[in-house]
């Protein structure tokens, strides 16, 4: 997370998220097992989006595979973008978004955690949060356990989506505050 200033905040309580109105902010929250090469390219941009300069609108969060850790933390925000990496068969390094509106809309060959993520978005729906989800995949061909190196080809597309994330964050935020 970031500060006004910019500076990168260590957050080690839930208290930041509901310090104040974050409904009109996004979440980009990257999700993945770090130890699992391709698996973990979800944490891999947000360390690597974590280097520039983001709108004021925008809040970051390595997810890692926390499922329902997570679920205090995003239900404070209106519109939430996942990165994750998945198995759908298309060519290694595949960049997509998708607008899944429920669990079921997610994709059914997310990498190992996606049950979690799939639940954790069934209880914002159970709580009655409705946020405005976004994910966005990176097609892997496998998960190498004991790894933090990616392949080529997806560590090729993380620029292609972090540009994908900062297109729509900003279309998201022009049509949220009638900026058109």
Do not use: W
Request: aromatic share 6%; hydrophobic share 40%.
């Amino acid at each position: 997370m970031r500060n006004k200033r910019g500076d990168t905040l260590a957050i080690s309580s839930d208290a930041y998220f509901f310090e104040k109105d974050k409904s009109q902010s996004i979440l980009v929250l990257g999700i993945g097992n770090y130890l699992m090469g391709d698996e973990g390219v979800g944490v891999q941009l947000i360390q690597q989006i974590n280097s520039l300069e983001l709108p004021s609108y925008m809040d970051i969060l390595d997810g890692g595979t926390g499922g329902f850790l997570l679920l205090s933390c995003i239900e404070a925000y209106g519109h939430i973008i996942f990165v994750d990496a998945t198995m759908d068969g298309k060519r290694q390094g595949t960049v997509t978004l998708i607008r899944p509106r429920f669990a079921s809309d997610f994709p059914s060959t997310l990498s190992v955690h996606d049950v979690g993520l799939k639940d954790m978005v069934e209880a914002l729906y159970l709580l009655d949060k409705k946020p405005t989800l976004h994910l966005i995949t990176i097609s892997i061909d496998e998960m190498k356990p004991m790894t933090i190196d990616l392949s080529h080809k997806v560590a090729e597309a993380i620029p292609k989506a972090i540009e994908l994330i900062m297109e729509l964050a900003e279309d998201i935020y022009t049509k949220n505050h009638n900026l058109v």
